[in-house]
């Protein structure tokens, strides 16, 4: 209906000035008028110009005043012309009258308000206000002096209108047949494909949104690091055991028992089972030996190494251990070159802040040769990182229980103009291979990051609850981005 009345009318009509008085004058709502205009302006049959009106219209305040008078002129009729008490006056004005009318009809000299008693000053009044009010209400112009005092009362307020003035558009016809916006087989047998308008495509909509699953961030990131490692010949470890012995986590390490980071303030101990039900004996002598009278060129800690304390069990505080059953396993058969990686959740009993929770993701990658050197490990770290687009590395000297030498390893950040710290590696050491049994001339390089730091800095995310945990946005895991790193 109102489609057939903006063509008809523009059929015999060059312009259709007004959508606002067209709507009007057919006695159908404005809004459906714009919403056939847009469309029919969408399809290019119609040249839709905006026009905008600014019109005074009355408050709510200022309707009730058109119906009752303005509150000064109840106010002036509520005072008899013998004058009256103000309690009197009181209960027979609104309350919500009273105060506006009396300060507006004092203002206006019209009454005189005495201690006790109000007294009129005048005989009678006009209600100039309501006069207003009603020639606003009919759209006639008005001095713009009385606007801004009836504005100043919040008795009128202004309304914007937009409308259109319409001309044919290129693609006018009096009467639009619908796009056809599919080719079916019906209409290929009847031929009678030849008389219809296909609908333009729009190539710039939006697809529909996939309802369907979606992915965290640092599963997205985690698959581009996972790629990077298989692309480098690395093979993964399995990880599928968030409980640990002390004696994997720690001892196998060389990490020593009175170590601080083996102390419940760093690390999560498990009550129940407390401790661990089986471990290779033959393999917790040679441990126990290089700890307390080294070996191997070493000279061990010299301190009393307990196996009860190898038995607790506890929450992995580093994928590193997963990495020494790996080479454990390696060194129980005929020695072959691997390279494994592990990513995964480990658990520390730390402080939290904005960025560390008392869980992170590690990243582990290791490579076990004969005849590695640091060379060789500067070398792989150059390689990994290039990979994530990281080129420029620079390594400073660390402290690792369980590698000699450790490194730093630092990635220097365009976008934040400064040296950041990219993660922390070394060489295992003797003591923890060779106890193993793997032999002599192989060594292992080994290094580590979280998955958070990355992905917190690829997504802009600055506090660490808005990317894991229980107060993740659920927006975020559907509309996320998703991640490319470095060289595809
Ligand atoms: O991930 C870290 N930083 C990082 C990594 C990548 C990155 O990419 C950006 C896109 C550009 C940005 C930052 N770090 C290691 C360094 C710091 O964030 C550090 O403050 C936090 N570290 C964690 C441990 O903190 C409790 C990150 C985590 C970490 C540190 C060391 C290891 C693993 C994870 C290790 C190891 C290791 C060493 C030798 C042999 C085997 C494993």
Known sequence: MAEEALLGFLHSNEELTDSGQFATSIGIDHN???????????????EAQDIKRESWVLTDEGKSYVLLGSPEVQFFLAVPPEGISREDLQKKVDPSIYKIGCS??????????????????????????KDLLKRIQNGEVVDPKDVDDLKKRKL??????????????????LKRTKAATDLNRDQLQRGDWKDLEFKEYNFSA?????????????????????KIFFEMGFEEMLTN???????WNFDVLFQPQQHPARDS???FFLQVPSTTKRLPEDYVERVKSVHESGGYGSKGYNYEWKREEANKNLLRTHTTAVSSRMLYLLA????SPRRYFSIDRVFRNEAVDRTHLAEFHQIEGLICDRGLTLGDLIG??????????????????????YTEPSMEIFSYHEGFKKWVEVGNSGMFRPEMLLPMGLPEDVSVIAWGLSLERPTMILYGIDNIRDLFGHKVDLSLIKTNPICRLGIQ
């Open 156 to 173: 009128i307020a202004l309304q914007t209108w937009k409308g259109y003035s319409l001309r044919k558009g290129p693609n006018y016809t």
């Open 32 to 46: 459906e008028i714009v919403n056939v205009i847009k469309s029919l302006h969408g399809f290019r049959l119609i």
């Open 206 to 226: 939006r697809g529909q949104p996939m309802e369907g699953g979606h992915l965290h961030p640092l599963l997205k990131v985690r698959e581009q690091f996972r």
């Open 332 to 335: 129980q058969k005929p020695f």
């Open 380 to 401: 792989v770290l150059n390689d990994f990182f290039a990979r994530l687009g990281m080129s420029k590395l620079k390594f400073k000297p660390a402290y690792n229980p």
């Open 104 to 129: 507006q009809a004092a203002k206006n000299k019209w009454v005189e308000i005495g201690k006790s008693l109000v007294i009129r000053k005048v005989p009678h009044v006009e209600d100039r206000v």
């Open 265 to 267: 303030h760093d690390t």
């Open 241 to 247: 055991n968030f409980v640990e012995s002390s004696f």
